[in-house]
């Protein structure tokens, strides 16, 4: 019997200082993987968001707890946003035996279970179809959950991008397909593969709502992701929103990122969400010791995870099929 | 489970009961694809069950594979039991990647996190001049790709059996039909009963040549046991039920008695399921074998769809007899002791 997954939900509203911490959490953890692959200590590649940490962390503020993500393999921010532990992110990316897939997936493939995280998915788009069977599971059980499907602006000329809003459309699924749109595609400017301005027209052409949003704004992707859940929730179905955002770093290490200006990637670093995040705050009344020690705390916390991680074993090679089926024959 | 009483069913209609019981047995189960539902399926396989069961448990889906597929992958992935009919096994390849990369994949690279209870029924074959798009024998694939259960039943009792053990199954399956079995009538129990995958069956005792097979080709090969023993050739006929998981077992077992090894199947030869079956024998029982394996397969060329044309692409019983006439005939050595 597989038992329906289900994540438990009632939670506080996050406080302004809350979302903060999530967004330099995530930050921080991308950074401190940047410098653990350029000491070799990550294995194959690495894709990261930094810069884009509002979209997910919108979405996280913009959903309920239980909602589901289906991430892609630029990834860690959304497992993060949903809860995933810094021991459990950094012992997947260090292939640990304490890492969140016990070391089988890897930075790409960041899933948990009890937390409402899909594994990241490392083929372009093949997230978009999966959301719809978790919306379609949820809605045959009448179950009052929402999946959000995070997707980068390369997916949307993939067949799956397209099968899979169709679906949606004529299934009412409550589901949020949610577009970050970095204006490049890996390594392709955006203007060089699709004639049309706004990526969230192409949720017309199925029939249902396509919204942009600033998504270097945390406020305003949750604004207008809450909206696109509560309407998935009450039985109105998918909506497309394309959250306009940009990555900091290079596709992957060693990107020599020749498709952008240096003075391309500086003007939007004067937009960036953490920045954002810490001006609202002060403009709050908050002090800037509470935010410093939120800072020193989540920097803390990433520091001990990373230690634990690198002092963690690896798995055993003797449970090397662990999660396939048991008529699996691997012996060699 | 199984109710013990059996009456004749046609394959379809076995294959129909099967989806239907498990359809009343478990709320988590629900069916996919073209034309399931007010149409019945393009072979009729799902007539009536719509009217049953209703539109939130039959789901008539676009003609969309790689969607309703990756759907029924997430379905799967948070609890449900989706069954998918693609049309075509053909049409795998539009859905090769939430097949293969996805379905295949997901519990391994979560750590086992996730399970993918997911059935894939499906059909195939050569037969009704459907050509080289609708033909395809493409059970290798499944086999090559670690993931799927791979089920390829011959019987209308098997059709049955078999798909409700994919459907129990905690882990992806593909039940692969035949286009041409579907009429064919046989023994069904009643009531709920799964066959249990990896344990062939013996349609065929014989003491000079073991055939191993699967699908409607079973059928060539036990006409061609027929032609052989009216020869004096006795040919052991070994129904392999499943794919994966293989039973070598019993195809060892028979070889040990016999010495003598064809595989038979429509799928083409190169890199074929005849090709592993053959690697393997040799490998566990060379001492045994008193002539080399041989393969009677689908010719490596695409499905042709003249009548003519087809007949010879497909292999034939006389292919079957002829080969095993070579192979008890090249003996040249007794078995060793």
Redesign the interface.
Known sequence: MVAAMNVPVAEAKPSRLDTYASLIGIRGFEERAQDLFSRSLIRGSIHLGIGQEAVAVGARLGSRPGDLVVPTYRGHAYALAWGMSFDAAFGELLGRVTGCCRGRGGSKHFADREKGVLPGNAIVAAGLPIGCGTALADRLDKRDRVTIVPFGDGATNQAAFHEALNLAAVWSLPVVFLCENNLYGEMTPLANIVRIERLSDRAAAYGFPGVQVDGMDVDAVAAVVGEATDRARSGGGPTLVEALTYRFCGHMPGDTEPYRTREEVDRWRERDPITGQRERMLGDGLAEADIRGCDDSVAAALAAAESAALAAPPPEVSDIALGTAEWMEWER | MNDGAARTLTYREAVREALWLELENDPDV?LMGEDIGQYGGVFKVTAGLLDRFGP?RI?D??I?E?????????????????VVELMFMDFAFVAA??LL??AAK??????????V?LTIRTQQGVGSGTAAQHSQSLEALFMHI?GF?VAVPSTPADAKGLLASAIR???PAIVIEHKALYGIKGEVAEGLYRTP??QAAIRRPGSDVTIASYSRTVHVALAAADVLASEGIEAEVIDLRTL??LDYDTILDSVGRTGRLVVAHEGHRNVGPGAEIAARVAELAWRELRAPIRRVCGLDIPVPYAAPLEAAWLPSAEDIASVVRETVGSAASPKPA
């Open positions: 629900f939130d789901l889906t676009p969309s790689a969607g309703f597929v990756g759907a029924a992958v997430g379905a799967a992935m948070v609890g449900k039991r989706p990647d939430q990369n996805q997901m519990e391994f690279l979560s750590g086992g996190q996730f399970r209870p670690p259960s199954s905690d882990h995958f990896g994966v998981p």
